[in-house]
């Protein structure tokens, strides 16, 4: 039997879109319900509504003639229900004998379906048939059908995007982060009203719940009573004003100002700008795939990252330059546990230093991967590339317990990178370090000024990574009597000219001749065989 439109994911993926018996129902769903609703309260009344109409027009079909099955016999006019045509409806309009070598004598009925549309079955056909069933039981096979509650499971993703463009692009709809609510029942809030919310928020010097604005405006109904309607309204009204941006997690709104935010709670650094930079990690050996999740890469997909363990009470990252440079941390499936977020808007929270207890501001940006505002915190503690920073939750929900591994005074031997001659050289200094780092990745950086010069010159040269990796190998295998340099400390390394994933990295070295594996993840590097 060919299963009904509802029940494929062609029709679902592919061919769904909102009717406008559907939009009726929709505004009908919100009126009756007298609140905002949420998208997916819409989307799974609407899958709903549609299986069930289906359902109703298959039943009427039904009604209307006898479901076709070859054993039995039929009459000319007779109206027949095709279930393996879709439950296409037919009128008998001839019969003749047929005869089958292997199974006999049976008739065969011509039936009409309309523009001149005809097609010969069979009847009175005794033997056995898939469409051999009484009709009670030619109804009860309809009902092995996938109930719409998991047809939504499956396909959320899909139709709630085709209602969210729809619903967004009607005026009689108004919205805020997938919430809906007719246009004609908002209340209308005087402009000065946003005047008070922005002095309000200024004043506290942080950002205030939608029930304090609400209070601070004098439009609760009654002190302490808040509809959820009036809620919707400010929320939606601030989100459509410029002047104001939600920077609550998830489950929460507070409104902060637009002016007090720092451009990287919206805007990603160009630091941490990544190209397209696709790899293949099934060309990679195990060490080098083991190396993929030992880097905390916001860049390296999920799967390949590492996982938090169980009920981690801490999770320790290790800082690229490009974070250092910016005051970031890398949004990995490790760290994400640690942060308040939301898909809607970045999340104002706050740091808390572990050793001191000083407390100042962080941005979750989920969007782009990365939390801001530890660029203060990283050069007060002279931490460089490479530390091993602690992440784990504060005593309160919205802070975040910052810290490094600290170690007693001394002078290490370290890399330092500077620029001579517009080149990004290397050499082994000693540095007093007061931190754990990671031994492969630890780059030091005196005059980080100069470094930006030398990125942005290699950003608007259009620098290959291959011809980036050919320049700093050199620089990093003098500092090895072996002459050897490890694909982590690569990573590191050219991630101070451009911004590079690991898997990205890997793929170069494995590419090109030139670079020559050994073992436990060292290279070398034969610049005669550069192409």
């Not at 029942?185 to 002095?199: K, S």
């Not at 190998?473 to 340099?485: D, G, I, M, Y």
Request: aromatic fraction near 12%; proline fraction near 6%; charged fraction near 25%.
């Amino acid at each position: 039997m060919i299963q009904r439109k509802t029940q494929t994911s062609e029709y679902w993926l592919q061919q769904f879109k909102v009717s406008s018996k559907d939009i009726e129902s929709i505004y009908q769903q919100i009126l009756d319900q007298n609140q905002p609703v949420e998208l997916k309260d819409i989307a799974l009344a609407l899958v709903r509504r549609q299986c069930n109409d289906e359902e109703i027009q298959v039943r009427s079909e039904f009604q209307d003639g006898k479901l076709y099955q070859p054993s039995q016999s039929y009459k000319v006019d007779e109206k027949l229900v095709f279930s393996a045509l879709g439950f296409a409806t037919g009128t008998v309009q001839a019969t003749r004998s047929g005869n089958h070598p292997d199974y006999g004598a049976f008739t065969v009925v011509t039936v009409n379906f309309g523009n001149g549309s005809t097609k010969e079955f069979a009847a009175d056909f005794q033997h056995d048939h898939r469409l051999n069933t009484d009709q009670e039981q030619g109804l009860a096979s309809l009902q092995g059908l996938i109930p719409p509650d998991e047809i939504f499971s499956e396909y959320e993703e899909a139709i709630s995007k085709r209602i969210r463009g729809t619903l967004e692009a009607n005026k009689d709809f108004v919205s805020f982060q997938d919430r809906y609510f007719l246009t004609d029942l908002l209340p209308e809030f005087h402009e000065g009203m946003f005047n008070i919310a922005d002095a309000a928020i200024d004043i506290n010097k942080g950002p205030l719940t939608t029930d304090t604005l609400i209070e601070q405006m004098g439009l609760a109904e009654s002190p302490g009573k808040i509809t959820d309607i009036t809620r919707f309204s400010l929320n939606h009204r601030l989100d459509s004003d410029e002047r104001f941006e939600d920077v609550g997690p998830t489950g929460q709104v507070t409104w902060y100002l637009e002016r007090m935010a720092p451009p990287e709670a919206y805007y990603p650094p160009r630091r941490l700008l990544l190209r397209s930079q696709g790899y293949d990690e099934t060309a990679f050996d195990p060490e080098l795939f083991a190396l993929l999740s030992e880097i905390d890469d916001e860049a390296t997909p999920a799967e390949e990252a590492e996982l938090p363990e169980e009920n981690a009470r801490k999770a320790t990252v290790v800082i690229n330059y490009p974070h250092w440079r910016v005051g970031t941390i890398p949004l990995t499936p490790k760290t994400l546990p640690f942060f308040p977020i939301s898909y809607h808007n970045p999340v104002l929270f706050e740091f808390v230093d572990g050793r001191t207890g000083e407390k100042f501001p962080g941005w979750t940006v989920f969007d782009h991967k990365y939390v801001f505002g530890l660029g203060e915190w990283y050069k007060k503690n002279k931490l460089p590339v490479g530390s091993y920073i602690n992440i784990r939750q504060g005593k309160e929900p919205m802070q975040v317990i910052v810290e490094y591994q600290s170690t007693r005074g001394q002078r290490d031997w370290v890399r330092m990178a500077s620029v001579t001659g517009n080149r990004l050289t290397f050499q082994m200094t000693p540095a007093a370090i007061g931190c754990k780092y990671d031994e492969l990745m630890i780059i030091a950086d005196n005059s980080p000024e100069s470094t930006d010069k030398l990125w942005l010159a290699a950003e608007d040269r259009d620098r290959s990574v291959y011809d980036l990796l050919c320049e700093v190998f050199p620089e990093l295998s003098k500092l090895n009597p072996q002459s050897t340099v490890h694909a982590k400390t690569l990573y590191s390394a050219v991630n101070v000219y451009r911004r590079v994933s690991p898997g990205f990295v890997f793929e170069e070295l494995i590419s090109y001749p030139c670079f020559i594996p050994m073992n436990h993840g060292y290279w070398t590097y034969d610049p005669s065989l550069r192409d």
